[in-house]
């Protein structure tokens, strides 16, 4: 079938990326690329760290990440914060944290879950807490999200958000019990969880298809980011949840284009896929 075939042309792409070129050399990106593992064959450094003992910022390579060189700088029981998520695209659009609240490593342990490090997200994390540079051009009225994490939210969340704040601007909302839309955007955006087609695009079907502690790929095509109040250049990944003490989100990869992926995103997802073993 055309799926298989797909899935084993990914699976060759796959192997080929581990000597030589990973998933943005193949389907480069023109909005902005985080990841805690390399994904374009160019990037040197993916994150930067600030530890705990003196406030020291160093930055670290994904292969540092889980050698024991990051755990090794940061020391102890020492913890180690997120300030910096570099952009893979290649168009420096580096995510920077404002606050101290984004560990990666804790109490001296490298917070990894599913064979895969993670950044934690916890509690009612805004756009407030980060600065996006370079925003300029980020206004597709057809983008492409791909999203890797997983969650251990039993009532509401969601991981994008655009626009004010305080406004109903999200997409990728789900919530226990609720028939509303996942999406408060314009247009007609389409969901897939782990390439399934989510349907119908409900936040209590979207709440029911993410497993506790399990990583998960959510991806979305069709979203219109052209309005003044919908845009990717206000568009930040982070995690609303209903409960600040309790939830918390893992953060592992989050690709957004400025362009229609539609007909890349099956092998986009399969690469993903792979790497996360979904």
Known sequence: TN????LAM?????????N????LDFYPCDGYAYSLQKIKSTINYVIRVQRSSDNSQKDFKAKE????????????????????????SGNNRNLTFLNLTNLIVKNGLLLIDNGTPYIEYTGNTTKNDYSLSNTSGLNSTNASLFTTYNSNDTTAGMVFQSGNVSGSTFVGTLQLGSSASIYEFSGSPICHVNSILLTPQTRANLHSKIVLNKDVLVSFV?????????????SLPYVYTANAVSQSLKAKEFIVYN??????RINIENDIKLRYNI
């Open 3 to 6: 799926f298989t075939t797909r």
């Open 65 to 88: 990440i889980t050698n024991g060189t990051l755990t090794n700088w940061v020391g102890g029981s020492n913890n180690g914060f997120v300030k910096t998520w570099y952009d893979q």
């Open 10 to 18: 990914s699976k060759k792409m796959f192997f080929k990326n581990q």
């Open 259 to 264: 362009s229609d992926q539609s007909a890349n």
């Open 20 to 23: 030589s070129k990973s998933l």
């Open 222 to 234: 069709n979203v219109n980011f052209s309005s003044a109040s919908y845009n990717l250049n206000k």
